[in-house]
């Protein structure tokens, strides 16, 4: 039996595949990178090699070839990155997850991993879980998402990796250990800890509203951090502020020179509520920025993360919404 291995054959095969696989290359590579513009961008380079230079054998499944070339060129994008200087802190890009939560621990199955180290596609995309991946190489980074995430065996992604076996447990190894400072922080983005940030978020915004320093300061863990991502195209702290006196001066004085008249909504991003404000400015401060809360065991909010860059934005809806 002949197979057809024209140019129009060749290109309606990989228009087929690259349909069928899009959103599971672009969860990969947005996982990979934290930028929804560069998993865009990325999948979109997927697609051209997948015409230009398709598998040897087309009859074969494509996914594990298309995810082998969407993991490299996500490697090579974040080692381009890391090169680059940016200004301020780093955050991932906020992406809608909408009504999705982790299910319970004990509904994670997997016959080569505990639940210890296993996580699933909602607290992957965690911005707690994306920064944490910061501390990995792109290489571990690979390896932790492909098997601790997408399930894959220390073949299959010994193989999309271009790595011996040997390797890939090694590599995986030291990912994993490069994780320790966040599993034994770990929170989940179950139900209830939804509802719970949901909560604390809601009281912190009445309290900037209000000048609250007392109730913002009572809000705050000791040692919360707050990171502000302006990429340097808006007014944006540029060095991490910690400690909740610190915090609290620094978000009462911008919540005391909002304009009157902004757009608050709430939505889930990355799991989690987020708010998100849009509102008309002067030249140089953001018109629109993302605003989420992280809170701990006891209730307390430990991180404040405020992303403003408009190219890191362009994955949240215009369109505001109250939270239930």
Known sequence: MTHDYSAEAIHAAASRE???HR???????YRMTGSAADADDLVQETFVR?????PVDMRAGWRAWLARVATNLAIDALRRRKRREYIGPWLP???DTGDEASPPAHEIVSPEMSTEHRYDLIESVSVAFLLALEHLTP???AVLILRDVFDYTVQETAKALDLTQSNVKVTHHRARQAMTAYDERRLRPTRDHQARTAERLREFLVCLQNQDVAGVEAMLAKDVRSLNDGGGEF???RQPVVGSKNVARLLLGLAAKRPRGERLGFRMLNGFPALVVEAAVPQGFA???VLQVEVDRDGAIEAV???LATRKLLAVPFETQALQ
Request: aromatic content about 16%; some cysteine.
């Open 18 to 20: 690259f349909q069928a």
């Open 23 to 29: 959103q599971f290359l672009w969860g990969l590579c």
């Open 50 to 54: 997948a015409i230009e230079r398709p």
């Open 93 to 95: 890009a906020p992406i």
């Open 139 to 141: 290489r571990q980074r």
């Open 235 to 237: 007014y944006a702290a």
């Open 287 to 289: 018109p629109r920025f």
């Open 305 to 307: 993360h405020t992303v």
